[in-house]
């Protein structure tokens, strides 16, 4: 992830994507600002060695504890140069707090790290040196990348690598942007189970990706899923630079309700009998789809929200695919595993 960048600011929004905000943005705060200098402290270093800047996630990991980060402010002072002493002013501001209260602010970085630099995670992401991926965006070549995660497995650093996997291709779709250029061919991303790997800044990816050529999908079963990962202001914002909504039947009131009511209202004629007999005709506003329609959907049943209008339909058939994918049978893997430790 950390191969291809234009500003340091790049590589330091991967670094940080796996850090969870919560209700505090203070500790986001504090790991945005260490992994801001150890990046530029890096960087530079490599710059005065007369060596291109190579470093991945791990590298970053062994220098922020408060003994990495002074052993890396000793560096900078060799370095004549006022980028340096900046630098080295900036990390000594940092390193004013105790040791101990450094560490606790500093643990969710530490965490979101460990959970990229460890396991097969960290052989894929977080040791890496080069990004095949990205590279052959860059080049204006075509490419399928299938991510699938193990999330049952690996869990939260499941997440991490994919919100990191994100941020990534955020930066690029930044880059051609900047460029006033497009992404050609266009780069279409699906993204299932979204609430789980969205982070802070995504909503900007969604607000402005279309302009370059990028086109984004995200799945997910209920609104309460992406308000428990974002918070309810921030999912309502990605939710708003959505251009095409899709509903399914969904499992929750609250969802049924948020559906309910993007599908708006319509002009009906009510017909009014009074006592005497008289016949009138009344136009009133109703909502055009109840809540209780959208938790009783058929199967297949589905709702369109775009510019052109809001439609009713029904999916296609799809025929089976000619090409079948043999995933590996982990149990039985896991099997063979305890049968040699049992024979040893």
Known sequence: PLSSYYMPEELVAHITAGVAVGREPYFFGVAYEVSLVVVQAMIMLAEVAGTRPSFNLNDIKNHISHKDLEL?????EYIDTEDARQLARDMEKILATPADYYSKVASSLRVALTEL???????IIGKADENRFIKRLEQGKGIILVVQLGSLLTKRAAYTAGKVIISMIQ?????VYSSGKSVAPSLVLHIDEAQSVLYQGIEDLFAKAGGA????HGYCQSISQLFAEVGEDRANTILDNCNTKL???VPDADTAEYVSRHLGEERRFSPIISIGGGLSIRETEEIRIKHTEILNMAPRELFLITYSGTYKGKTATVRDSLLK???PNLAEKVLQVEASAAGD
């Open 72 to 76: 890396l402010k000793e560096k900078l």
């Open 117 to 123: 630099t460890s396991g097969n995670v960290g052989l």
């Open 171 to 175: 930066a690029f779709v930044g880059r």
């Open 213 to 216: 050529g990028v086109f984004i």
């Open 247 to 249: 509903f399914m039947r």
């Open 325 to 327: 994918v043999t995933f």
